[in-house]
């Protein structure tokens, strides 16, 4: 990218402190599609001004998937590392793009001393948007037929539904709602660490199940807010041999392709 990204040791020489601090992830970091969701993100925030900071090599996993495996004491070591480093710095605010790092910054680590405001990045775009520091134009997307798989730890385990969906319908896209959706979503297959494991036997795949009945609305976009979705999704595209028909989009993607990033 063609700008600068500051690390919170970086701020904390100066003797500053970022706006929020961006925690990038697990996907966010390694995963070489989910890259291009982190540097959407950071060339909005970077385009509109907003001063945020990564942790860089002091960031670890929040060890969501050890927790969600049943291995509750490599979760709790990885916690309260991380809880070190931040509180380290004196971090207030959190950013991510991973519902699964939201939910556990924002519900797991104040049991372990961890206490910040934690939000997922279609909610702090929301309030950028409200604050009147962002504005989406989205004639790139107008009349186009939008559908949004609602992740499980935005959704039913954080009901966030609003944010994701205000985002979208700046977009002038046409936005159609699959039947499971909001308290009625159904799991793209990857939570609970599914996502690192060969699924069981059974007659249909969960993210087959989630693509056709997303397919059946014949979307040019099928919308994700988590990187796990994401994959399950675009695999399931790929299934159906609809990759040249329909794309599997992050949100934040979509809203830098509308602001032409």
Request: aromatic share 8%; with cysteine.
């Amino acid at each position: 990218m063609d700008f600068n990204i500051k690390t919170m040791a970086e701020y904390a020489a100066e003797g500053k402190s970022p706006e929020v601090l961006f925690w990038v992830g697990c996907a966010g970091s390694f995963d070489d599609r989910a890259k291009k969701i982190t540097k959407a993100f950071c060339k909005i925030l970077n385009k509109i001004g907003v001063e945020f900071a990564v942790l860089g090599q002091e960031e670890s996993c929040t060890g969501d998937p050890a927790k969600r495996a049943g291995n509750e004491f490599v979760f709790q070591m990885m916690a309260l590392t991380n809880i070190e480093i931040l509180n380290a710095y004196e971090v207030k605010r959190i950013v991510t793009a991973c519902p699964h790092c939201f939910n556990t910054l924002k519900n797991e680590y104040p049991n372990l001393g961890g206490n910040y405001e934690v939000m997922h990045h279609t909610q702090f775009l929301k309030k950028l948007m409200e604050e009147g520091r962002l504005k989406i134009e989205g004639g790139a997307f107008s009349g186009k037929k939008i559908t949004f798989h609602d992740p499980c730890y935005l959704g039913r385990a954080n009901e966030e539904y609003e944010a994701p969906r205000l985002l979208l319908e700046k977009l002038d896209a046409e936005l159609v709602e699959m039947k499971r959706c909001k308290t009625n979503g159904l799991c793209c297959g990857a939570g609970g660490a599914q996502m690192f494991k060969e699924p069981e036997k059974g007659k249909k795949d969960i993210n087959i199940e989630r693509t056709e009945e997303a397919l059946s609305f014949e979307p040019k976009v099928i919308a994700t807010g988590c990187p796990f979705c994401n994959t399950m999704m675009t695999d399931g595209v790929k299934h159906f041999n609809k990759n040249d028909e329909v794309a599997v989009k992050y949100i934040v993607e979509l809203l830098a392709e509308a602001e032409d990033l």
